[in-house]
């Protein structure tokens, strides 16, 4: 089993900003993709950002250019650089990680953190 520990939310001004982390503990193999999530009040969760094993990169058009996602490999955490923060960013934010053993590809999900971003 793998588990997911989030941190580095918090309240920030608008044009501020945060790094968020996710480390993953457990029976570990290898892990492929990661991705960070996010959810407003009242709407859907949202796939923010994503890298890849070889540290290939993607980001949704609202976060282009100012979040950053990038990885450690050695301990197994992943991170969200975010900049010029702007109040529509406030959700709670989630991690994902695809973990890889002889047995197949298992899917884990952080507890999730909260970012509100003030005007």
């Known amino acids: 089993q793998v588990q997911l520990v989030e941190s580095g939310g918090g309240l920030v001004q608008a044009g501020g900003s945060l790094r968020l982390s996710c480390a993953a503990s457990g029976s570990i193999f290898s892990i492929n993709a990661m991705n960070w999530y996010r959810q407003a009040p009242g709407k859907q969760r949202e796939l923010v950002a994503t890298i890849t094993s070889g540290g290939t990169t993607n980001y949704a058009d609202s976060v282009k250019g100012r979040f950053t996602i990038s990885r450690d490999n050695a301990k197994n955490t992943v991170y969200l650089q975010m900049s010029s923060l702007k109040p529509e960013d406030t959700a709670v934010y989630y991690c994902?990680?695809?973990?890889?053993?002889?047995?197949?590809?298992?899917?884990?999900w952080g507890q999730g953190t909260q970012v509100t971003v003030s005007s």
């Open positions: 994902r990680i695809f973990e890889s053993n002889y047995r197949g590809t298992n899917v884990y």
